[in-house]
């Protein structure tokens, strides 16, 4: 880890910036600490043709090897760097646009160049973005989160069909119908002196037949089609509840890390 300490021996001897495994990227140009802490955060190596382009590499993880700076990056990375000019202001984009590069955390803003030289900062802003994005370019200091949302709606559909059809049946009815017929019953009756002429008007002894005429009463059936009723098909709408269910996908976003409110770890 590069100290305070470290900075003048740095910049007095004239030392080089190396890659993480000894190959030298450039010579050291300046080293840019922190305002709040007072500790290196960047340095410049002299890279390009002739050492004509100063490029900003991170100090994070970076140790002293002699008079040299090892850091935890090779020199293509550090030359493909984005190019920002170190003899201005760096403003807050520019701050930005190099923690996005090497994906290393924002400590927030940089003072000036140590050991004695112009000051510059940077970017001297209330509040720059906090952290970066380890997944990959960083884009926002926030993330958004996203929920799905369920729907349900109504589609008709056919279920069935209906139609009417009229056919013949037999069907066996009975009904009880009174009936009269006329049967014969022989009377009797003693002479009197009421039928005493009757009695005596004929021969007195002779052979005669007297006839009646039995009558009686037949059902007769007899069928008529006669209309009873009217049958037709109509509609009506039947309003029923269902309940439906489906899965639905919810972000969620949680925190990891020392000295985070508990009630915040997971939203």
Do not use: C
């Not at 090779?74 to 646009?97: N, R």
């Not at 190099?98 to 955390?105: A, D, G, K, T």
């Amino acid at each position: 880890m590069i100290t305070k300490q470290n900075i003048a021996q740095i910049l007095d001897n004239g030392g080089k910036v190396l890659g993480p495994d000894g190959d030298k990227i450039g010579s050291i140009g300046q080293v840019y600490v922190d305002d709040r802490t007072g500790e290196p955060s960047w340095v410049t190596a002299n890279t390009g043709l002739f050492g004509t382009k100063e490029s900003f590499a991170p100090l994070d993880g970076a140790t002293i090897d002699g008079d040299d700076i090892r850091i935890a990056f090779d020199k293509d990375t550090v030359k493909d760097a984005p190019s920002i000019d170190p003899e201005g202001h760096l403003s807050e984009q520019e701050q930005a646009e190099l923690y996005r590069y090497y994906s290393v955390s924002d400590g927030g803003p940089a003072g000036g160049v140590a050991g004695g030289q112009t000051d510059r900062g940077l970017g001297d802003t209330d509040r720059g973005a906090v952290g970066h994005d380890t997944s990959g370019p960083t884009t926002d200091e926030a993330m958004t989160r996203s929920e799905e949302e369920l729907h349900v709606g109504k589609e008709s559909r056919e279920t069935g069909r209906a139609r009417l059809r009229k056919y013949v049946v037999t069907e066996n009815e009975t009904r009880t119908v009174p009936v009269e017929r006329e049967e014969v019953r022989v009377e009797r009756e003693p002479i009197t002196d009421a039928n005493r002429d009757e009695a005596l008007d004929g021969p007195a002894i002779s052979e005669e037949e007297h006839e009646v005429t039995l009558h009686e009463e037949r059902p007769v059936v007899d069928k008529e089609t006669v209309p009873v009723e009217r049958v037709r098909l109509d509609k009506e709408r039947v309003t029923d509840e269902e309940t439906v269910s489906d899965e639905v996908r919810k972000e969620r976003i949680e925190t990891d890390g020392e000295g985070i409110d508990p009630r915040e770890r997971r939203g």
